[in-house]
Structure formats: structure tokens, C-alpha cells
């Protein structure tokens, strides 16, 4: 009796230090009963019951935790509308309003199912599939499960059959929260084999460029060089980078290539993943995930090795804006399309050994709508796929409703220095101006150039010298003026800025 009293305290004393780091743990993972186990997370407060053949990703836990299996992703988001515009209703009614406008999705039954005594609001909808190779998830299914006012969490689920959802989570609910939620990874890029013009430029200016180097937007450029050198010459700036944009609609530019080639700028090279059909934009990601546009990176592929100098590829930028066909609002709540039809261009271009690309990602700096599943670190793509963090933010300025005239840091602050907590890429603000309406526009510009050194991250700062439209009264009205060539005050303050940089 005594041996087994004593053998029983040591199992006890054991098992205390484990038992307690549990109970300390902000998430845990255990088996809950034969062929599931149970998901825990304190500081979100809820459980969740799944099956066992799921595999855990916490990479991004204060967004969602990730479960995966070769034929089934279980993805569950957590979303605080506290002192935003937003709550439970918006978020309900509007969360669905992107599938309804893309006709490659379909929504197949909505309906409320209790989970014990908590209701959940399901959503079942699909598309056609469109992966051969591998087994495409194209059932989906988002269960909503509303808290309060101000919290929502979302279960959200796709499979490569359809779905039912009891089988895949048995049981949810809502604890008491506690606890701090453990940090998400860092992300840090892959070291590259570039060619050796690429390599030089990638050293010299995102690797050991002390001061900021500026890069322009010009609408007529390459087509009209004149006008970027008359620019050039107003300025006393020399640019290194130009900014142009194309979709699948367009071919590679060669001419306009190389011209910018001969003149001695590096090309930011945005590329949409929309193509002109009937007339109409549209997304294509499944349709490039199908192969249909095969063709067409090949050749692009091919150009990209003929024109031999260096270009920052920048790929579906702000895609957390449903103003972008391509952002996942928009295409099912699925950042994974996102994400694989970037891996799909990257892979094609690696299958024809481009080596001139320096890979691009650039995030909004807010993401509309504002919900976990459109979370820029959604779409990450991985680090063997991104050389650079690309940050994005105006001063639009007060033309629209809503809008307010910000300085450079409060454009800025709010999301750099998130970025630098989570990636060690070198940054680049991919494009940026300052609107002209409500408020100093040369005073603007003198502020913004004395403080960008202090984001040391960034390395190259474009600037955006175009303007938006206003087409309501019929009429083409300017409503951002972000040009920065039209007045004598701000060309002096712009010109005097970057004598700075040079």
C-alpha cells in the first residue's frame, strides 16, 4: 500500500508542472474523444471540437487558427467591432454581398443550426473545381456564431466534397476569457539566386542604401519619355524606379520596356489578375489556376528573360480592397485562391528560370471591408515568394465623404510599424501622394520629406503624380489632384526635399 501511495504522489507531482502549463497556455490542442480533439483558445474565448485527422497553423492566431488535411481547411476568425463603424449586423448582413457579385461562386443554402445551446449562422455555397493535380476544396461552408455586439466568431470551412458540417465539427462553444494570446510568427524572406544586374540592384538599394530613394509615377511614361524628363529636370531628381501597370488583357510592353531599359530605370511592374471579357473586367484567378492562361505566362515569362534587367514585380497589390476584383471578398472569403495564383505565376516563371524579379507583396493599409477573413496577412504567400514588403497609403485628401486630410505619419504610423514586427523584408512605399483638397499640399510635402528617414525600414518611396476622377454629375470632375508638377509652391517643395536623397 505504501509503494503505491508513494507511486501515486510521484505520478501527481509529475504531472503538475504539465497540467499547470496547460492551464496556463493561451491555446491548447487535445484528443477530445475517439477521432476528435478539441481546440481551445482563452483569450478569444471559445472551443471547438474537430476531427483528428486536421493539422493545427497558429502562425497567424491573432487573425484565425488554421486546420488543415489534404481534403478539408477549417479556418476560425475572430472579429472585434469595439470602436468601429462596424458590429455583428454589418458584418452579417454585408459578409456575403462578394459572393453574390461573383458569378464563378453560388451560394446553396443559408440557414440557423443550434450548436448545443448556441446558434450559428451557416452559409453553404460552391464553385466549379478547377485543380486537377491535387484535390480542390470548392465546397464551402462559414458558420457564423455571434458573441456580442461587438464579437463574431467565424468558422469557416472548405473541402474538396461537400460538406457537412456536424461530421467536420461536432460541438462549439463560448468560455470565459483569459489570458494573453501568444505572438505570431515572424516571416522573413529567402535568400535569392538573381542574375547579376538584379543582385546589384537588389544590394544597392534595399540592402545597403542608407537614405530613401525615391521613384515616380508618371501616367504618359514609358510611352512619352519626354514628359518624365522634363519632370526630371523640374525636379533636379534623377528617378531609378518607374511605376506601370498592366493586366492579362495587355501583352508585355517591350517597346515601352525598353525604353525605360535604355534610360536607366528599374521598372515596378504592377500586374492584375483580370482580363477584358464581354467588355467587363474580370477576375480570372480560376481561370488561371485551371491553365487557361498558360499562354500567356509563358510568353511573359519569356519576355521577362529577353529584357535582362532588373523589374519589381508587384502582383494584385491591395488586395484587401474590395475595390480590386481579385480581393477575396470578392472571390469566396478564399485567401488561399489568392495565394495559390501567386505561387501558379512564381512557379511558371521558375519553370522558365526568370531570374530578374524582385516578388513584390503590397497590402492596403486598411482593409475594406474591415473583417478577419479579409486580414492583409491572409494572403501571404509564403517566404520563398516575396523579396520585398510593399506599403501603400495616400493622403486622399477630404473631396469624399468621409475622408480626411492626414499627414505623412498618420498615413503611415499605424501600419509600418505593425509591418516591422511581423516580416524582416526590406520595404518599399509602392506608391503615394498628397491630394490637394483640404489642406497645405507644399507644407505636406516639406514634412513628409523630413521625417520618411525615420522609417529606416523603407527603402524606395514612389510617387504617385496623376490624378483620380469623379464621374457622378456625368461629368469628368478631378477629385484627387495628387500631381505634384502643377504648382510652383509644391514642385519648389518637392524639388528641395529631394535634394536630400540624392
Not at 510568427?185 to 534595399?206: C, G, L, M, Q, W
Not at 525615391?214 to 518607374?242: A, C, H, M, S
Request: proline content about 4%; charged content about 25%; overall charge negative.
Amino acid at each position: 500500500m505504501k509503494k503505491g501511495l508513494i507511486a501515486l504522489i510521484l505520478i501527481l507531482l509529475l504531472t503538475m508542472p504539465i497540467a499547470r502549463a496547460m492551464e496556463d497556455s493561451s491555446t491548447q490542442l487535445v484528443q477530445h474523444y475517439p477521432g476528435y480533439q478539441k481546440y481551445t483558445n482563452r483569450p478569444y474565448g471559445y472551443e471547438i471540437v474537430l476531427s483528428d485527422n486536421l493539422h493545427l497553423n497558429e502562425d497567424i492566431v491573432s487573425v484565425k487558427s488554421r486546420f488543415e488535411s489534404e481534403d478539408i481547411v477549417v479556418e476560425v476568425l475572430y472579429d472585434n467591432f469595439y470602436n468601429t463603424i462596424n458590429s455583428y449586423l454589418t458584418y452579417l448582413n454585408y459578409g456575403n454581398r462578394g459572393i453574390l457579385r461573383n458569378p464563378e461562386f453560388k451560394i446553396t443554402n443559408e440557414y440557423n443550426h443550434y450548436f448545443g445551446n448556441l446558434l450559428g449562422r451557416i452559409t453553404l455555397f460552391e464553385r466549379r473545381k478547377v485543380k486537377t493535380d491535387e484535390p480542390d476544396r470548392n465546397y464551402y461552408a462559414t458558420i457564423a456564431f455571434v458573441r456580442s455586439r461587438n464579437e463574431v466568431v467565424t468558422v469557416f470551412m472548405k473541402s474538396s466534397r461537400p460538406i457537412y458540417i456536424q461530421k467536420i465539427m461536432p460541438e462549439f462553444k463560448f468560455i470565459e476569457k483569459s489570458g494573453t494570446l501568444k505572438k505570431d510568427v515572424v516571416f522573413s524572406p529567402e535568400i535569392k539566386n538573381f542574375d547579376e544586374k538584379t543582385r546589384a540592384f537588389y544590394d544597392e538599394y534595399f540592402i545597403n542604401r542608407e537614405r530613401t530613394a525615391f521613384g515616380i509615377f508618371e501616367p504618359t511614361y514609358p510611352k512619352y519619355p519626354y514628359r518624365l524628363q522634363q519632370l526630371e529636370q523640374k525636379l533636379d531628381y534623377n528617378f531609378p524606379v518607374t511605376l506601370m501597370y498592366n493586366n492579362f488583357s495587355l501583352p508585355f510592353k517591350t517597346d515601352q520596356m525598353n525604353t525605360a531599359k535604355e534610360m536607366g530605370k528599374v521598372v515596378e511592374y504592377t500586374l492584375y489578375t483580370t482580363d477584358i471579357i464581354d467588355g467587363e473586367e474580370r477576375d480570372i484567378t480560376l481561370d488561371i489556376l485551371e491553365g487557361k492562361y498558360d499562354e500567356y505566362l509563358d510568353n511573359l515569362a519569356k519576355a521577362f528573360n529577353k529584357y535582362d534587367y532588373p523589374v519589381l514585380f508587384r502582383p494584385n497589390n491591395e488586395m484587401n480592397g474590395e475595390w480590386v476584383w481579385y480581393c477575396s471578398h470578392l472571390v469566396g472569403k478564399d485567401t488561399d485562391l489568392f495565394i495559390d495564383c501567386w505561387r501558379y505565376i512564381y512557379n511558371k516563371f521558375q519553370e522558365h528560370g526568370v531570374d530578374n524579379l524582385i516578388w513584390v507583396w503590397n497590402p492596403n493599409e486598411k482593409s475594406f471591408p474591415d473583417f478577419s477573413y479579409n486580414n492583409y496577412l491572409c494572403y501571404y504567400p509564403g517566404n520563398q515568394y516575396v523579396d520585398v514588403v510593399g506599403l501603400t497609403a495616400y493622403n486622399t485628401g477630404n473631396y469624399y465623404r468621409g475622408e480626411i486630410w492626414r499627414s505623412f505619419s498618420q498615413a503611415y504610423d499605424h501600419f509600418y510599424y505593425d509591418y516591422i514586427e511581423r516580416f524582416t523584408h526590406p520595404m518599399m512605399i509602392t506608391e503615394f501622394s498628397c491630394a490637394s483638397a483640404g489642406g497645405n499640399k507644399e507644407l505636406w510635402y516639406e514634412d513628409m520629406f523630413n521625417i520618411i528617414g525615420k522609417y529606416d525600414r523603407i527603402k524606395i518611396a514612389v510617387l504617385w503624380n496623376g490624378q483620380d476622377y469623379d464621374w457622378s454629375s456625368g461629368e469628368k470632375v478631378v477629385s484627387r489632384d495628387y500631381k505634384i508638377d502643377l504648382e510652383e509652391s509644391v514642385i519648389n517643395a518637392v524639388r528641395q526635399g529631394l535634394q536630400q536623397y540624392k
